[in-house]
Antibody, heavy 118, light 110 residues
Framework: QVQLVESGGGVVQPGRSLRLSCAAS????????MHWVRQAPGKGLEWVAV????????YYTDSVKGRFTISRDNSKNTLYLQMNSLRPEDTAVYYCARRGIAAAGDYWGQGTLVTVSS | QSALTQPASVSGSPGQSITIFCTGTSSDVGGYNYVSWYQQHPGKAPKLMIYDVSNRPSGVSNRFSGSKSGNTASLTISGLQAEDEADYYC??????????FGTGTKVTVL
């Protein structure tokens, strides 16, 4: 069965960095594009970034361009989100999702909470 | 990058049908048949309910159906049940290889 497990969240001060990971299993990871989607406390879903199956194409929402980098290691079946220059408004649960039958994600992880606060 | 517009809340009695609308632009909902709908219960990850406007993934009840007209997509829940009470989000592919979600709708079963 498809499984996505995020990790790496925590409390971080504004301006600092954090790297999230998403470990994938139960499917051929290298065949699928992958998303990061976030949800601020009590708010709606916000698409963050997507990466193609081979990692050659990457796209971001405007608010994270130049600060966040999506990447993947197909040999380790792992997706990453490097987050630099973090801001309080980046506080959210971050989900990884597989770009499968649904363009915006068919399978989702359980999420990891990132809190940006001094 | 503005979100797709959804009503904040919709309610209905058990057994009734409700429809949630999701309004975008010709650059997203109206321009592509890549509209998906997600159900999210409190504290849980989103669950895919509809993809490519009107397709149901395996295991999703046929009480859920989707459609699109112009720049507006819709999700209809027929035979409303208590377990349908949740937040619902639409999403769409948007030009320039980006994606967008709706503002979210809280469905209440009266």
């Amino acid at each position: 069965q498809v499984q996505l497990v995020e990790s790496g969240g925590g409390v971080v001060q504004p301006g600092r960095s954090l790297r999230l990971s998403c470990a994938a299993s139960g499917f051929t990871f290298s065949s699928y594009g992958m998303h990061w989607v976030r949800q601020a406390p009590g708010k709606g879903l916000e698409w963050v970034a997507v990466i193609s199956s081979d990692g050659s194409d990457k796209y971001y929402t405007d608010s994270v361009k130049g600060r966040f980098t999506i990447s993947r290691d197909n040999s380790k079946n792992t997706l990453y989100l490097q987050m630099n220059s973090l801001r309080p408004e980046d506080t959210a649960v971050y989900y990884c999702a597989r770009r499968g039958i649904a363009a915006a994600g068919d399978y989702w992880g359980q999420g990891t909470l990132v809190t940006v606060s001094s | 990058q503005s979100a797709l517009t959804q009503p904040a809340s919709v309610s209905g009695s058990p057994g009734q049908s409700i429809t949630i609308f999701c309004t975008g632009t010709s650059s997203d909902v109206g321009g592509y048949n890549y509209v998906s709908w997600y159900q999210q219960h409190p504290g849980k990850a989103p669950k895919l309910m509809i993809y490519d406007v009107s397709n149901r993934p395996s295991g999703v009840s046929n009480r859920f159906s989707g459609s699109k007209s112009g720049n507006t997509a819709s999700l209809t829940i027929s035979g409303l049940q208590a377990e349908d009470e949740a937040d619902y989000y639409c999403s769409s592919y948007r030009s320039s290889s980006t994606y967008v979600f709706g503002t979210g709708t809280k469905v209440t079963v009266l």
